[in-house]
């Protein structure tokens, strides 16, 4: 499905992605764990295309197709998408027609399923704008909403938990994983090892590269004893 | 052309519906509304409570709409104002009173599809007694000329616990040039609220200048502006408040967008304070659209235009 080859990324004279290589097969939940600033935003924007990052080196292929040169827009109606670690604010934007702009010609019953998948109340969120009067953890949600409402074929999940309470989480990620049994694959973003359970294969990123790849208790286990305390943040030293 | 009254009558409903209109809502019975085409009133209807008195004059009408203590109108009144030739002038004085415990709500269309050289003046003087509620909702649909000069004038006199909120609209057309001027002076426990929201395109030119006077203790207000430029149009927008009895508050909420290289957006919020237990807030936004909620919805599969589109649409709502 998604096949990232030695791409190279850098900003500021600086390598961010660092010849990273790694493969999402289809309906698959792929986790990639790493601390702050090790490389996990700047990677999602290179798959979709967004905040004009282009690779500086690799290739990314998406159903055997480089992405290179292709929109946002493009990437999108391939079946890529992307929730955003803090979703923006749309003044005047209902989410009833933010959810119908994601499912395409869906009906108001699909729209409210998507809202309830997320533990949203229809009667209560339908209306809403998604402005400043939703909570970040609201927006998180919708967030999520829109990407089942979009049933992608790719997923990317930009920290799905942060500013999520702590009830609401098992919601959020029965829903990535009821996208991945519908045949969605998800790359599954965080710096939390508990999200990461869900995932099919795990692998942990640091400075810009794939340090491991394993199932989600080996890595995490990796992950509590060599990155959470490790002094070099996105600074990686030969273990 | 020249208009007989059945015709400028029929002409007006259907420019109305054009524009997105329902026109049975200046068609059913029992509802009270004025339709003015040029210095001719076409249709008025009033219901019980409501007074609805009006005289032509040169280019216009003199009006005046006075809703007796204590009534509640169960259903909006409709105003309709326009000019169906390309030339004209209609000037309307007004004169509005809401009296004590009166609840009101006004939906206003402003109606200029042909116009090239118009000119559409109004001058009011509105009152709002204790206890009462006064809406009035006032959408424009112009022509894409942008041959039109709008000139809405006001002075807005709120008693004790009056209740006030006025929404302007102009989003559909060219604006042509919006010299917008209302003044407000707010009693004790009185709530304002002045809404906006103007899409310029072409070569418009907005000034948009409201001002509150919080005169009365508890007072509160808020002004909000929403505009939009696109091509070579320019904006200016003074939102003022003054805070001068205790407890008085006020915001000042104005954002701009502005979507192209030569469009020009001005915001002054002007706040001041002569009572030292006041307090007036502003906030003032200009910029191109946000690149990122463009983003959002074109990671959703819309194109770049589509997204823009869409985003406007949302503020402008």
Sequence with gaps: ??????????????????????????????????????????????????????????????????????????????????????????????VEDYLRISGKNFGIEQVKHCLEMVGLSPSIYLSRDIDSTLSGGERKRIEMASLVAMHPKLAILDEPDSGVDIPSLPLILNSIMEMSRQGSSVLLITHNEKVVEIAHRVSVLCGGKIFMTGTPAETSHWFKDNCQTCPHINEPVEL | MIYSVEKEYQGMLDAYEKAGGDSNSLKTEGMAKLIVHENKVLSAD?????????????????????????????????????????????????????????????????????????????????????????????????????????????????????????????????????????????????VAEMVAKIYGKQDDYIKINEKVNLNGENARSLIKTRIVLRDRARAEVIGETQGNAPYARGHVDCTELVNGTEAVAKAIPVVSVTNDKAKITHEAAIGSIDRRQVETLMARGLDENEAVDVIVKGLLR
Aim: charged share 20%; proline share 3%; aromatic share 8%.
């Design chain 1, 1 to 94: 499905m998604l096949s990232i080859e030695n791409l190279q990324w850098g900003l500021n004279g600086k390598l961010v992605i660092d010849g990273l290589n790694m493969h999402v097969g289809r309906g698959e939940i792929y986790g990639i764990l790493g601390e702050n600033g090790t490389g996990k935003t700047s990677l999602t924007h290179l798959i979709m295309g967004t905040n004009n990052y282009k690779p500086t080196g690799g290739d990314i292929l998406f159903e055997g197709q480089n992405l290179a040169g292709l929109s946002i827009s493009q990437r999108a109606r391939m079946g890529i998408s992307l929730a955003w670690q803090e979703p923006v604010r749309i003044e005047g934007l209902m």
């Design chain 2, 46 to 190: 009033e219901v019980p409570g409501v007074r609805l008195k009006f005289k032509p004059k040169e280019n216009g009408i003199i009006a005046e709409l006075r809703v007796e203590e204590g009534v509640k109108v169960k259903n909006p009144i409709h105003l309709c104002f326009g000019i169906l030739p390309s030339e004209g002038l209609q000037d309307i004085t007004f004169r509005v009173d809401v009296l004590s415990g009166a609840e009101v709500k006004v939906v206003a269309h402003c109606i200029f599809p042909n116009a090239v050289h118009v000119i559409h003046k109004m001058d009011a003087v509105i009152n709002i007694g204790e206890n009462a509620i006064f809406s009035y909702n006032e959408t424009h649909y112009h022509g894409d000329s942008g041959g039109i000069e709008v000139i809405p004038k006001a002075k807005v006199i709120l008693a004790e616990k009056a209740f006030y909120k006025n929404t302007f609209s102009l989003v559909q057309g060219c604006v042509g040039k919006l010299d917008f001027d209302y003044d407000i002076y707010s009693g004790a426990n009185s």
